[in-house]
């Protein structure tokens, strides 16, 4: 990895054998049980498989489906993007800070399912990720040292340009995730502060917010607040609604120069908001919950 990071500690052991099918199970919910049966709701999230709590879910799923595990590892190295590139033909990802200091990068062939490590210059702690003219665009997180910024990587020649890395001369905190406005071009991102939180990004000149980049011209705009951390966010088919998380009840607890310790705060947001996009494109508006997970 490129950038000065801390020496990697949290790497461990040996990548597990080949893509093996797991056991799954399928439970339909039984929402009336689960309104008044503490115990079945906790049940229902234990295992692994598929819950249906609406029957349009079958739909997707189809009559049997699986899971297939393409590679396990002693720690959290599929954490995020899935970025699939057509020209390479591969699924680029990211893993977690919290077991993989600093954060790696890798892409499993979508025909072999084998999975390389990847290193791109200036992707410094990367998190989410999106296609953008068939290259990823990486949130990179930063450092200490270097800005937390959206690069352009051309995995084909392995290539990279930082397309912005700050807000009106304020540093960004962390951009963490990244999607693109295909009717207008333009690049939507949320920059929560778990960066700061988990230590290795300075004191944050910014709220949690989330912001729109028209690259054809240079302009930034931030087009939402009031987060505790703004995470991951989507638009819907139509563009007309926005999705966002805000994952301010998983909280980062650093110590001295380590923040891979985590806690889960009940009191705090662990929401997914969706907002009515309006004036052609550009602005966001009515807030409402459309989730508590």
Same mark, same amino acid.
């Given at each position: ?88 033909? #591969? ?32 992707? %410094? ?84 917010q989330i912001y729109r980049y028209k690259p054809s011209t240079g302009?930034?705009?931030? %087009? ?41 705060n009940p009191r705090l947001p662990a929401t997914i908001y969706e ?11 009515? #807030? #409402? ?5």
């Amino acid at each position: 990895m490129s950038g000065e990071l801390p020496t990697d500690t949290h790497k461990p052991e040996n990548p597990s054998e080949k893509p093996l099918e797991l056991k799954t199970d399928t439970i339909t919910v039984d929402l009336k049980r689960m309104a008044t049966d503490l115990n079945y709701g906790k049940q229902l999230s234990r295992g692994k498989g598929f819950r249906i709590y609406n029957e349009a879910f079958t739909k997707i799923l189809g009559d049997d489906p699986s899971i297939t595990q393409v590679q396990s590892r002693g720690y959290q190295f599929a954490h995020e993007a899935g970025v699939y590139i057509k020209s390479t033909n #591969r699924v680029y990802f990211t893993a977690n800070f919290q077991t993989c200091d600093p954060i790696a990068l890798y892409s499993v062939d979508a025909s072999t399912l084998e999975v390389s490590d990847d290193d791109f210059s200036g992707v %410094v702690q990367a998190n989410g990720a999106c296609n953008y003219k068939d290259k990823i665009l990486y949130c990179c997180q930063g450092s200490k040292t270097s800005p937390s910024a959206l690069v352009l990587v051309d995995p084909s020649t392995s290539t990279s340009e930082a397309l912005l890395t700050n807000f009106q001369g304020r540093a960004f905190n962390s951009i963490n995730d990244v999607i693109i406005h295909h009717a207008n071009d333009d690049i939507w991102f949320t920059d929560p502060t778990y960066g700061y939180e988990q230590a290795f990004r300075p004191t944050p000149d910014l709220p949690s917010q989330i912001y729109r980049y028209k690259p054809s011209t240079g302009e930034v705009w931030c %087009v939402a607040d009031g987060f505790a951390q703004c995470n991951g966010l989507c638009f819907s088919p139509d563009y007309a609604t926005l999705y966002v998380t805000d994952t301010g009840a998983c909280q980062a607890h650093s110590g001295p120069s380590d923040g891979h310790n985590f806690s889960m705060n009940p009191r705090l947001p662990a929401t997914i908001y969706e907002y009515d996009i309006v004036e052609h494109g550009t602005k966001l508006a009515n #807030r #409402r919950v459309f989730a508590y997970l």
